[in-house]
Structure formats: structure tokens, C-alpha cells
């Protein structure tokens, strides 16, 4: 059980570029979540996946945002068009169905954006 | 919709000194409760969870909360704090509907420890 890995750690970029971050799950977990956490804030859900099904998408998540998770494994998550207000660290969490919801969401270390 | 409250955004005690970080959550049905610890820079550790039965919930690191459902409270305590416990804390509800099970955060308590 090597966790929750998130590639990169930190992005910087400019306005208006696209970003793609990776979330790589704990091998048999099969729900995955992302979280953005804003500056001083708790993490807020934003979209979660079962397999490689996009189950829920929070109305954080604009249409500038798209999450992928292709063959139900690592999980992407773009921004396009990027802005300043989508500074925020992006976190990653995946759940093994064993326990079903009682079960303990793993969270990754984080991808810290900074849009300039 | 579920929501929860840590009142307290800072908090600082002296090590060695015992510990209560509050927490009030707003939930239409039993809810599943966790207290997660962040370090700067870090991703999120669990430190323990609720769903049934005992309302006194051991964790890691010498943590304990307890459950009361008359104050929809779910307080975390640390009868003796260290200085490695400095961090922020938060804590979550579990939505239960559905398959989702997606977590509600609050805002969190940054702890600071003075030696």
C-alpha cells in the first residue's frame, strides 16, 4: 500500500493557460474523490468517480473543468482557461467499497495551483 | 443539505496542556463523522471516525472525540498535547445518500503549540 499520489505537487501557470493534474489511487480502491481547498477553507467536494463511472459533479465544477478516470484507475482533472480564482490546492482521495460509506477516504498530498 | 461548524479558528495551548477542538455539524439523519489532521503542505490524515455505537471514539496519536447527538457535537480532545500536534484540524460529515458518500468539511482549527 504505497497511498494516495498526486503528480505534480505544485503548478504554476498564467491566466488563461490549461493545467492537467494526475491522482493516482490506492491500488484496489475503486471510488475516487476530488477536493479543492481554497486558502483558509475545509476541502469542498467537487466531482467523485466509481470504476471509471463519473458518478456526482459538485456546481463548483464549472465547464471549464473535466475530470477523467479512462480505464478506472489514475484519475486526471483539467482546467481550462485557466483564472485567478482557481488558485486552490487539489486534492485526491480514493475508498475501498469494503465497508461501503463508513468506509475511510484516503487522501493524497496534494496538487497546489497558483494562477498568476 | 449537511453542513458543519468549527467555531474556534485558532487555537493555542501549551504542550503538555489538555485539548478540545468543538465541532457542530447540521445533518437530516445519523450521521458518520471524522476528524482529519493537515500538516502545512500536507494531504489529509484520518485521526478517527463515528458511525454507531460507543459515542467515545478512540483514534490515533492519543486522540478521543465523543459523539453527542442532543448538541450535534462531536468534539476532539488530547488529555496532553505535544508539539508535533500543531496543525490544522479539521472536521467532516459523511453524506450518506447514494453512493457518493462525499465528505463536508469545516473550515478548520489551526492548533498551535507553545513549548
Known amino acids: 500500500d504505497t497511498g494516495v499520489s498526486q503528480n505534480p505537487r505544485h503548478k504554476i501557470t498564467k491566466r488563461g493557460q490549461n493545467v492537467t493534474f494526475r491522482c493516482d489511487p490506492i491500488?484496489?480502491?475503486?471510488?475516487l474523490y476530488w477536493y479543492r481547498q481554497t486558502l483558509g477553507q475545509g476541502p469542498e467536494f467537487l466531482t467523485y468517480?466509481?470504476?471509471?463511472?463519473?458518478?456526482?459533479k459538485s456546481r463548483l465544477l464549472s465547464d471549464r473543468f473535466s475530470a477523467e478516470r479512462p480505464k478506472g484507475s489514475f484519475s486526471t482533472l483539467e482546467i481550462q482557461r485557466t483564472e485567478q480564482g482557481d488558485s486552490a490546492m487539489y486534492l485526491c482521495?480514493?475508498?475501498?467499497?469494503?465497508?461501503?460509506?463508513?468506509?475511510?477516504?484516503?487522501f493524497g498530498p496534494g496538487t497546489r495551483l497558483l494562477v498568476l | 443539505a449537511q453542513s458543519v461548524t468549527q467555531p474556534d479558528i485558532h487555537i493555542t495551548v501549551s504542550e503538555g496542556a489538555s485539548l478540545e477542538l468543538r465541532c457542530n455539524y447540521s445533518y437530516g439523519a445519523t450521521p458518520y463523522l471524522f476528524w482529519y489532521v493537515q500538516s502545512p503542505g500536507q494531504g489529509l490524515q484520518l485521526l478517527l471516525k463515528y458511525f454507531s455505537g460507543d459515542t467515545l471514539v478512540q483514534g490515533i496519536k492519543g486522540f478521543e472525540a465523543e459523539f453527542k447527538r442532543s448538541q450535534s457535537s462531536f468534539n476532539l480532545r488530547k488529555p496532553s498535547v505535544h508539539w508535533s500536534d500543531a496543525a490544522e484540524y479539521f472536521c467532516?460529515?459523511?453524506?450518506?445518500?447514494?453512493?457518493?458518500?462525499?465528505?463536508?468539511f469545516g473550515t478548520g482549527t489551526r492548533l498551535q503549540v507553545t513549548l
Open positions: 468517480f466509481q470504476n471509471e463511472a463519473q458518478l456526482e
Open positions: 467532516a460529515v459523511g453524506a450518506v445518500g447514494g453512493t457518493a458518500s462525499k465528505l463536508t
Open positions: 491500488s484496489e480502491h475503486n471510488r
Open positions: 482521495a480514493s475508498r475501498s467499497p469494503a465497508q461501503g460509506a463508513t468506509e475511510t477516504q484516503y
